[in-house]
Nanobody
Framework: QVQLVESGGGLVQAGGSLRLSCAASGRTDNTWYMGWFRQAPGKERDFVAAISRSGGSKYYADSVKGRFTISRDNAENMVYLQMNSLKPEDTAVYYC?????????????????WGQGTQVTVSS
C-alpha cells in the first residue's frame, strides 16, 4: 500500500505561481512513476505531468508545457509540481498518483494509488 497526501493548493491570480507537494508513505519502493492529474468541475480527470523513479524522465500535457515543472525527492518521498504563469483554465482539483507498473503512462487507469486532491483556483 502507498499513501499519498497533497498540499499547497490555494487561490492565486492569473500569472501567479503555486507549488504543490505530494508526500508519499508506505511501499514507495515499488512506485516507478509518479504523476499529477487534475479535474475541473464537470470534466474528466486529466493527465498533467509524470516523472520516472530516477527523475530522469519527465512528461507533460501540452497545455502545461513550459509553465509547469514536476520533480521528486526520493530521499524524502516527495513529489512536487511547480506551476508558473497560471491561467484561469488551470483551476481544478489536483491529484497526486503513483504507478506500480513499469513505464510511463498518461492514463489515469494505469495509476494504482491516489491522494485526496488539493484545490487550485486561478482568478482572472
Amino acid at each position: 500500500q502507498v499513501q499519498l497526501v497533497e498540499s499547497g493548493g490555494g487561490l492565486v491570480q492569473a500569472g501567479g505561481s503555486l507549488r504543490l507537494s505530494c508526500a508519499a508513505s508506505g511501499r514507495t519502493d515499488n512506485t516507478w512513476y509518479m504523476g499529477w492529474f487534475r479535474q475541473a468541475p464537470g470534466k474528466e480527470r486529466d493527465f498533467v505531468a509524470a516523472i520516472s523513479r530516477s527523475g530522469g524522465s519527465k512528461y507533460y500535457a501540452d497545455s502545461v508545457k513550459g509553465r509547469f515543472t514536476i520533480s521528486r525527492d526520493n530521499a524524502e518521498n516527495m513529489v512536487y509540481l511547480q506551476m508558473n504563469s497560471l491561467k484561469p483554465e488551470d483551476t481544478a482539483v489536483y491529484y497526486c498518483a503513483a504507478r506500480l507498473g513499469w513505464g510511463y503512462s498518461p492514463y489515469r487507469d494505469d495509476y494504482d494509488y491516489w491522494g485526496q486532491g488539493t484545490q487550485v483556483t486561478v482568478s482572472s
